[in-house]
Nanobody, 124 residues
């Protein structure tokens, strides 16, 4: 498993970004994919996750309604669509692979493989 997150950048408040997480290594049906973020000086926090089949998703309560997660297994890619972005969404966003179970894992320690992160900056 080799994860590559991309799609971050600088956006004004109220704007949108779509992050991508590509698994360029061997892909296993055992893994769900999660997104986490870490803002400067803060602990990492769970953002969203999706099972391998895509039938089950999970979101941090504070992000429901603004963020969506989807996947295209033919492209080995998971997407995080972020709408109505706020300055407090500024962080490095990481994707990770973990157990594909229900309920989905929301703790970083349960995820096994991690990508390198992509910076999202939301200006006010």
């Amino acid at each position: 498993v080799q994860l590559q997150a991309s799609g971050g950048g600088l956006v004004q408040a109220g704007g949108s970004l779509r992050l991508s997480c590509v698994d360029s290594g061997r892909t296993s049906s055992l893994y769900a994919t999660g997104w986490f973020r870490q803002a400067p000086g803060k602990v990492p926090e769970f953002v969203a996750a999706i099972t391998w089949g895509g039938s089950t998703t999970s979101f941090a309560d504070s992000l429901k309604g603004r963020f969506t997660i989807s996947r295209d297994n033919a492209k080995n890619t998971v997407y995080l669509q972020m709408n109505s972005l706020k300055p407090e969404d500024t962080a490095v966003y990481y994707c990770a692979k973990g157990p594909s179970r229900v309920p989905l894992a929301t703790i970083g320690g349960e995820y096994i493989y991690w990508g390198q992160g992509t910076q999202v900056t939301v200006s006010s």
